[in-house]
């Protein structure tokens, strides 16, 4: 069954530094989303990607912030400088174009560690 | 806005108890409604969906009805297991333009033998 990989499942990094997490969405979905879950807390929206732009982001989502989709298959997230609050779950979700039950599939998550 | 609330956890049950998990929604137009599953240590996963009113989603015996009258999306399955202890999210996806699942925050269920 395809699914949704991410990359790494776990990042511990430096407070000020930049983070790439990496995400391979199924291949014939069209619509790319980031979510993120601070621990013990609800997801939240931060981004989604269509047409090769941004289409819809969330405050969260400031200029801290960067989605690429580089290549046929990738979906990045980039935080140029990361902060301790920015520790979290980071998911990465995809979904097919069509009728309004089409669910979101989602990654394992790439869970940031902020020190 | 688009909303989703979900009871609070956690909800602690002995295995073979009945589970109900409440979710009530707000949104605009007809969206469809999600229930999704976080087992301890991995990513979100589908666990059943109702794309309009009345219709009801099931899956490893669990169910719950999309009731327009209500805006609720209750969660139930008739009797649990201890491999049921997750995290459950109740979510929807709103018609017309994107489609962005709106979360709500995760109800944790812990079921003892």
């Known amino acids: 069954e395809p699914e949704v990989t991410q990359t790494p499942s776990h990042q511990v990094t430096q407070m000020g530094q930049e983070v790439i997490l990496r995400c391979v969405p199924i291949?014939?979905?069209?619509?790319f989303y980031w979510y993120r879950q601070i621990l013990g807390q609800k997801v939240e929206f931060l981004v989604s990607?269509?047409?090769?732009?941004?289409?819809?982001k969330s405050e969260i989502f400031d200029d801290q912030f960067s989605v690429e989709r580089p290549d046929g298959s990738n979906f990045t997230l980039k935080i140029r400088s990361t902060k301790l609050e920015d520790s979290a779950m980071y998911f990465c979700?995809?979904?097919?174009?069509?009728?309004?039950?089409?669910?979101?599939?989602f990654g394992q998550g790439t869970r940031l560690t902020v020190v | 806005g688009n909303s989703v609330t979900q009871m609070e956890g956690p909800v602690t049950l002995s295995e073979e108890a009945f589970l109900t998990i409440n979710c009530t929604y707000t949104a605009t137009g007809y969206p469809s409604l999600f229930w999704y599953v976080q087992y301890p240590g991995e990513g979100l996963q589908l666990l059943l969906k109702a794309t309009k009113a009345d219709d009801k989603g099931s899956n490893k015996g669990f169910e719950a009805t999309y009731r327009k009258e209500t805006t609720s999306f209750h969660l139930e399955k008739g009797s649990v297991q201890v491999s049921d202890s997750a995290v459950y999210f109740c979510?929807?996806?709103?018609?017309?333009?994107?489609?962005?699942?709106?979360f709500g925050r995760g109800t944790s269920l812990i079921v003892h033998p």
């Open positions: 990607f269509y047409n090769n732009e941004i289409s819809e």
């Open positions: 979700a995809s979904s097919s174009p069509g009728d309004r039950g089409n669910e979101a599939f």
């Open positions: 291949s014939n979905h069209l619509y």
């Open positions: 979510a929807l996806k709103r018609t017309g333009g994107s489609y962005i699942p709106t």
